[in-house]
């Protein structure tokens, strides 16, 4: 008997990592991770239920409150390089990379 | 109850998908958006009623709520559609569906080699309440704290563009 | 009568000469060159005076046991290979240093005045000091390595005073030549002192003859091997075939070193070396015979050398070669005072000869082609009669020269010598009648004839006192050793007889030792003859004989020194070239620069991978994931 929600969990985490990787659009990337995020919450719910604990809907609210801290952050940081660039591209903040001597 | 589960995920997957295709942000926004309800549904068809509630109120309601704000303030429109467009030829997705396929082949693997029993009970609120203000009370103070983080931060890394902001406005009302 | 504290002076017959030495070198400069001379002269003249003093002191009480040894400190002490500076007098040693002391005093006598008008002239004293405080040491060392020290320490002198004005290239050269070819000996004797060690257990001298005779019965491998080993070191120092190449080169360097080290003292190192381990040669008879057959064919080649060369200076040089040839005969045959014997009177005609060759060269503003002199008879007296009565000794005028007396000794030991045979005696016999044709030709060309240039220079004191004492000497060392067949007592023989015992036991021979003498003056008288109808009262016969090919061709073959240069420089120095041009980029080095190139190729290449693309490290990050994933999934 499969467990449906750790599959869906796992599906709705590769659409989350195939849109990361994909997208230039430093918003759409932080959309991805939100998917992702989410989940992983689906994932422990539907363990804590299997369980008949209530720790998986606790982990799912801290997980909500990481989720809320990190998209402010990101959100703001995301202001601060269409600023600097004029740009939301990802590509366009690579300064932080090995540069060649000769 | 199983029905409601599979009707309720198979939006949320179909919602991601096209979310995460979308060429404008505000779009792919609101395809999240379905997504999310979909899948607070699901959480309800898997025993999880208040976090299904919180859920719709804090990841659909504030979370992507702020998104949209800053998709707007962004105000990417017709010239951001296009770069899009030239962002994302269709063999961009070619790499990352090879690893996103690669990483479902696993854990489908995983899950099918040894399935476990995985039933279905409901947990109330109650108790949910009661186990984080016992058990984890100290991970309820961290997320607070980690939320003071967060807010300190954003009000930071914020400050000097808003000013800006002002003075642009205040320049174009002139 | 003579109390036995004398000898305790011992230690500063070679100490003189090196603070000497060290306080030229350091501080020559400011000192000026009267302060120079009397230094460098000086500390000589004191080393001989303390040599008399312990001469003296040995004839009225010599010392229990026939040895007297001064231990001065404990050199190297790890495990069991404990050298001592310690010196060691004997006999052998007495002699060798009164000869080094007393010759060396007058070259450097001589020196101050032949070097004045020379830039460098305290370095030039500070050299020489040094030389003769190494070849004291060398003479008077007690255990091998010390020898090896004072060895090597002439070698360093030899290659300094050959270069001594490295303003001229060609001087350099010259002196780098002599140590590679020294080198090559060198190396050889160091291999042999290795065997030694490891064979006996100790380097020294006294102990180690001991320990040989024991260890070894006569013909073993083992004491063949070092004295095989350690005649190449002899071979090498004392320029005897086949290393015998860079003598003539060295003759760039000034005249009183080519007096004193490639002439009197340096050269013979290797006649001392083997005297000194004379019962060590005992052992190993092929060794002794190799020693013999190396002196005569190098008499041989030199004298024949000789006679073709118009270097005034490099007829002498190739002169020496051939006399230490005759030093090597007589070791070979087991006549080892004979050897020192005639190693004393060569020291003082063959220094003679230099120092009146240099008065020569000055006087002709430094020419040295004896063709370009002549009919200098009139114009330099004192060089004349000294170039005479040297000349006459070197070839043994019978009599009344020293070296008739010792030169006819080696001749009558190589015919009577148990090791000895005729055809040792007839070789040497022909090297005699070679060295009267080589000698009396330079007389007749340079002071007969007519006069080519104008001398303008004439020696003062300083340089006339050293060659008359030294023509004296030519005439009465003889008396040294006359041989009791003409009535004489054989006094060195006998002085050294208990370090240099002669050979028991002597081949029937149909001569008489007087019968020899005879037949060795009958050779000198051919030779001045022959010599004489030729330069003198015939020169255009001679002329014509010379003109034709195959004398000419020979007299090239002659003047190339048997074409050895020819040889050494096809067979040796090329491919040594060759190699070093071809391993230009050192291949070795390579395989170094190489881990040097790889690490930061690769570095390199992992740099790539750090390009600030966020979604790139994330790709990254998928991949590690799938990665572990599988791992865990195929568990």
């Known amino acids: ?102 | 109850m199983p029905v409601l589960f599979a009707i309720a995920a198979l939006i949320a997957i179909v919602a991601t998908a096209l979310a995460i295709t979308r060429l404008d942000a505000v779009h792919a926004l609101l395809y999240l958006v379905v997504s999310l309800l979909a899948v607070a549904l699901a959480l309800f068809a898997l025993g999880a009623p208040y976090l299904a509630a919180l859920e719709v109120i804090i990841y659909a309601g504030a979370i992507l709520v702020l998104f949209v704000f800053v998709t707007m303030m962004l105000n990417l429109g017709k010239a951001g559609r296009r770069q899009e467009r030239a962002w994302q030829p269709g063999r961009s997705w070619i790499g990352p569906g090879v690893l996103a396929a690669l990483l479902l082949i696993e854990l489908a693997g995983i899950l099918l080699r040894a399935p476990p029993r995985l039933p279905v009970h409901t947990i109330g609120p109650e108790a949910v309440g009661q186990s984080l203000l016992g058990p984890y009370v100290v991970g309820v103070e961290l997320a607070s704290m980690l939320l003071l983080a967060g807010l300190v931060a954003a009000y930071h890394l914020g400050r000097g563009l808003v000013a800006k902001q002002n003075t642009k406005m205040k320049a174009g009302a002139r | 009568m003579a109390p036995s504290w004398h000898f305790e002076l011992l230690w500063l017959v070679p100490a003189l000469p090196f603070a000497s030495s060290l306080v030229l070198l350091l501080v020559g400069r400011w000192l000026g060159r009267r302060a120079s001379a009397w230094l460098g002269a000086g500390s000589i003249a004191a080393a001989f005076t303390v040599s008399l003093m312990l001469a003296l002191g040995w004839a009225a009480a010599p010392p229990p046991g026939g040895g007297f040894t001064q231990i001065l400190w404990q050199w190297i002490a790890i495990a069991n290979f404990r050298p001592r500076i310690a010196l060691y007098l004997d006999p052998l040693a007495l002699v060798m240093m009164l000869t080094v002391t007393f010759v060396g005093f007058l070259i450097h006598l001589y020196a101050t005045e032949f070097m004045r008008e020379s830039e460098g002239y305290s370095r030039f004293f500070g050299y020489m000091n040094l030389f003769v405080a190494s070849m004291l040491t060398l003479v008077l060392a007690d255990n091998l390595l010390l020898l090896l020290l004072g060895w090597e320490g002439v070698g360093l002198c030899s290659y300094l005073l050959i270069g001594f004005w490295y303003t001229d290239e060609a001087n350099g050269l010259a002196g780098r030549k002599a140590f590679i070819v020294t080198r090559v000996g060198d190396t050889a004797m160091i291999v042999g002192l290795f065997l030694l060690f490891q064979q006996l257990g100790t380097l020294n001298i006294q102990a180690l003859l001991q320990r040989a005779s024991a260890h070894w019965h006569i013909g073993a491998a083992g004491a063949e091997a070092a004295a095989f080993l350690l005649l190449g070191g002899a071979l090498g120092k004392s320029a005897q075939f086949p290393l015998q190449t860079w003598l003539p080169d060295a003759m760039a360097g000034p005249t009183p070193t080519s007096a004193l080290i490639h002439a009197a003292t340096m050269v013979t190192a290797g006649v001392y070396l083997i005297a000194r381990l004379h019962p060590l040669y005992q052992l190993a008879p092929l060794a002794l015979h190799a020693v013999a057959l190396i002196g005569l064919a190098t008499l041989l080649l030199a004298g024949c050398s000789a006679l073709a060369q118009s270097d005034l200076k490099r007829i002498l040089a190739y002169s020496t070669i051939s006399q230490i040839g005759y030093m090597f005969l007589a070791l070979g045959v087991g006549a080892w005072s004979a050897a020192i014997f005639h190693l004393v009177t060569h020291a003082c005609f063959k220094a003679l000869l230099f120092l009146a060759a240099g008065a020569v060269i000055q006087g002709t503003h430094e020419e040295h082609d004896i063709f370009k002199m002549g009919g200098l008879r009139r114009q330099m007296p004192l060089a004349f009669w000294c170039f005479l009565i040297a000349g006459a000794s070197l070839a043994g005028l019978p009599l009344v020269t020293a070296g008739f007396y010792s030169k006819g000794l080696i001749l009558w030991e190589a015919l009577r010598s148990p090791l000895g045979s005729g055809a040792l005696w007839v070789g040497g016999l022909i090297g005699a009648l070679l060295t009267a044709l080589y000698i009396f030709r330079l007389i007749f060309v340079v002071f007969y004839g007519p006069a080519q240039r104008k001398v303008t220079h004439f020696a003062g004191a300083a340089m006339q006192a050293p060659m008359a004492v030294l023509a004296l000497l030519s005439v009465v060392a003889g008396a040294l050793n006359l041989p009791a067949a003409l009535g004489g007592g054989a006094w060195l023989d006998r002085f050294l007889a208990s370090v240099l015992p002669a050979l028991a036991g002597g081949r029937p021979t149909a001569l008489g030792e007087l019968g020899a003498e005879a037949i060795a003056a009958a050779v000198f008288f051919l030779g001045v003859y022959l010599i004489y109808m030729f330069r003198l009262q015939r020169p255009a016969l001679t002329e014509a004989l010379m003109a034709g090919a195959a004398p000419r061709a020979l007299r090239r073959f002659w003047f190339s020194d048997w074409g050895m240069d020819w040889l050494y420089d096809r067979a040796l120095v090329r491919p040594v070239v060759a190699a070093a041009r071809a391993d230009r980029h050192d291949a070795v080095d390579r395989g170094f620069e190489g881990v040097g190139a790889l690490t930061a190729w690769s570095h390199r290449l992992l740099s790539r991978s750090q390009n600030g693309r966020l979604r790139w490290y994330a790709a990254w990050l998928a991949g590690g994931a799938i990665a572990l994933a599988a791992m865990a999934m195929l568990r």
């Open chain 1, 1 to 102: 008997m499969m467990p449906w929600g750790l599959a869906l969990a796992a599906v709705l985490f590769s659409l989350g990592l195939a849109g990361l990787l994909a997208r230039r659009n430093l918003l759409l990337v932080l959309v991805s991770i939100e998917v992702m995020l989410n989940s992983t919450g689906v994932a422990f719910i539907a363990a804590g239920s299997g369980w008949n604990q209530p720790d998986g809907q606790v982990m799912f609210l801290f997980i909500l409150a990481v989720a809320a801290a990190e998209v402010a952050v990101g959100l703001a940081l995301t202001l601060q390089l269409h600023h600097q660039y004029e740009t939301v591209d990802m590509d366009a903040a690579a300064q932080l990379r090995d540069r060649e001597e000769e």
